[in-house]
């Protein structure tokens, strides 16, 4: 009889201990994602605190990233589970998905979601075999879907069932994800334009001025690509403004699309942009400015039925320790916008390189050049 007694007071013991400590997880784990700001960044803590809380093989958010979007989509917001490149992973904000998740409000599983089985987002959600479906409510509104894949049974008293203590657990992880997401999209949305879905000028020397310090101490390079749309103002007299929005969107579509993740593109001002390659040199800087002109060339620029011909001009600096070793993010964007200024000058429709040694000479020929005139 004691001896129940104090097992029972053991067991009690045990439990508060767990419930603190889980608590204490909690709490670090609210702190981790408050400290991040970046979108991607943040669903990667997401997913790793997931998967290692919950001990399953996988997990994905669904998210809206777009200004405009209506619909949540995968995108590379996955860990561990298998994607079919042939399916398309989205899901509409109006859908059954999102009206019977918002209704349960809380995890479940596909099969109690009792969803039409010959839908295209059905068939994409069940694609990834989800163990659970997470609704991450803010304010009474879904603002993402996490999706967890198979679960590892790592002992014989653990289930391949979720515990309802297990599933109080993600909630509140979901919760605290809601959150931090939300904040994350309002900085990502208050530091982009709106049109181009670039990055905004500020944004973009903030975080040059960041990469600079650490390339510095790494000896590593960084490279400024600026482009100018060629003879802009055309567009916007010849077909109205509505057509240089056009341009101005096409353009930055490309660029986007033809740069990696780590990299950042901005609008810098008007038709103006600016790249940033993290840890690339001169020749690789080069050929990725080429490529992008050469696109923009090539591309049929279509606006009410009329096919338009669209160039670009670009100048291409680069951060070298040992040729080219500025501290400012300033300098290093006007020595692009210096060689783009020779790219104009001399005919448009191409790439200059900054070559600080012999930059000067060239702006002093066409000095000569106007002085002759």
């Known amino acids: 009889m004691i001896k129940d007694v104090y097992q029972k007071q053991e067991d009690k013991i045990a439990l508060y201990e767990k419930q603190i400590f889980d608590l204490e997880q909690m709490l670090e784990i609210s702190r981790s994602l408050c400290s991040q700001l970046d979108l991607s960044s943040l669903i990667e803590a997401i997913l790793y605190i997931v998967m290692a809380q919950l001990h399953v093989m996988g997990a994905g958010i669904y998210t809206m990233e777009e ?82 894949g198979e679960r590892i049974v790592i002992d014989d008293s653990m289930g391949e069932s979720y515990t309802d203590y297990e599933i109080k657990e993600l909630m509140t992880i979901a919760s605290l994800s809601a959150v931090a997401i939300n904040n994350a999209i309002l900085i990502e949305q208050s530091s982009t334009d709106i049109m181009t879905h670039l990055k905004l000028k500020y944004y973009f020397f903030n975080v040059l001025t960041d990469k600079l310090d650490e390339a510095f101490a790494k000896g590593k390079p960084i490279s400024v690509l600026m482009f100018d749309i060629d ?31 780590g990299d950042i593109a901005s609008r810098y001002g008007g038709e103006e942009f600016t790249v940033m390659l993290n840890n690339t040199g001169r020749t690789e800087a080069m050929v990725i400015a080429e490529r992008i002109r050469q696109n923009i060339e090539e591309t049929d620029f279509v606006y009410n039925s009329k096919h338009m011909k669209v160039t670009i001009s670009g100048g291409v600096s680069v951060f070298s320790v040992e040729d080219n070793p500025v501290l400012s993010a300033v300098v290093l964007v006007n020595q692009a916008d210096q060689a783009l200024y020779l790219s104009k000058s001399n005919g448009r429709n191409r790439i200059t390189y900054a070559d600080p040694k012999t930059i000067e000479k060239s702006f002093k020929d066409l000095e000569k050049k106007k002085n002759k005139k």
Do not use: W
């Open 67 to 148: 200004f405009d979007s209506s619909d949540f989509t995968l995108r590379n917001n996955v860990n561990g589970l298998e994607v079919n490149a042939a399916l398309d992973y989205r899901i509409a904000s109006d859908s059954k998905i999102i009206t019977k998740l918002s209704a349960k409000n809380s995890a479940c599983t596909l099969g109690e979601l009792g969803l039409d089985e010959n839908s295209k987002e059905t068939e994409s959600i069940k694609s990834l075999n989800p163990s659970l479906i997470v609704p991450l409510i803010l304010k009474n509104r879904i603002n993402g879907i996490m999706v967890l």
């Open 231 to 261: 003879f802009f103002k055309h567009f916007n007299d010849l077909y109205g403004h509505a057509c240089g929005d056009y341009v101005l969107q096409s353009v930055a579509k490309i660029i986007r699309d033809s740069i990696r993740e």
